[in-house]
Every structure is written in C-alpha cells, then in structure tokens.
C-alpha cells in the first residue's frame, strides 16, 4: 500500500489505517525508531505488563510462598550480621 506524507504544524505523518492499527496492535502510545531507511513504528513496551496475571497464576498454585523459614531472618542473618 502506498500512502502519502501529510503536513502537521512542523512536522510531516502518514495517516494508518484502522485495520492496520488493530492488527499490529497499536493504540494510543507506541515506540518509533529508525533503522537505515526505514521507521519502525511499534507497541510501547511496557516492562510490567502481564505481572498481574501471573501473581495470580503463582498463588492459584500456591507458588507465592515465601522461601525462609522466618520472613525477613536467614542463618546469615542470624549468625554473620552485626546489627
């Protein structure tokens, strides 16, 4: 498909169209970058996407244990810190 650069103030866009934003998955923020000559536009990354879901995937298993024996003490704890 071939587009048009459109003006917009100082700057230059292309206008995308819906099915292409739905299928790439783009909504309001996205990540643009250039690699040689092309511009890579792209989903913003968002590096805690999906935590919700596994703390929960982990404490339907009961796998959201914590692993010491006392919260908070360990035998290092215990015998190698000076407090």
């Known amino acids: ?8 103030g100082n ?7 819906k099915a292409f ?4 998955g783009l ?6 970058e250039v690699r040689g000559s092309q511009v890579v536009i792209r ?3 968002h590096p805690r996407a999906g935590w919700d879901e ?3 995937a982990m404490a339907a298993r009961s796998d959201d244990k ?3 024996d006392q919260p908070g003490l ?3 704890d215990e015998s190698e810190w000076v407090w």
């Open 54 to 56: 596994s703390f929960a």
């Open 43 to 45: 989903p913003a990354n």
């Open 27 to 32: 909504r309001d923020e996205i990540e643009i």
């Open 74 to 76: 360990s035998k290092w």
């Open 1 to 8: 498909m071939k587009a048009s650069l459109v003006q917009i």
């Open 21 to 24: 934003l739905e299928q790439a």
């Open 11 to 17: 700057s230059r866009g292309v206008r995308i169209p």
């Open 66 to 68: 914590l692993l010491l």
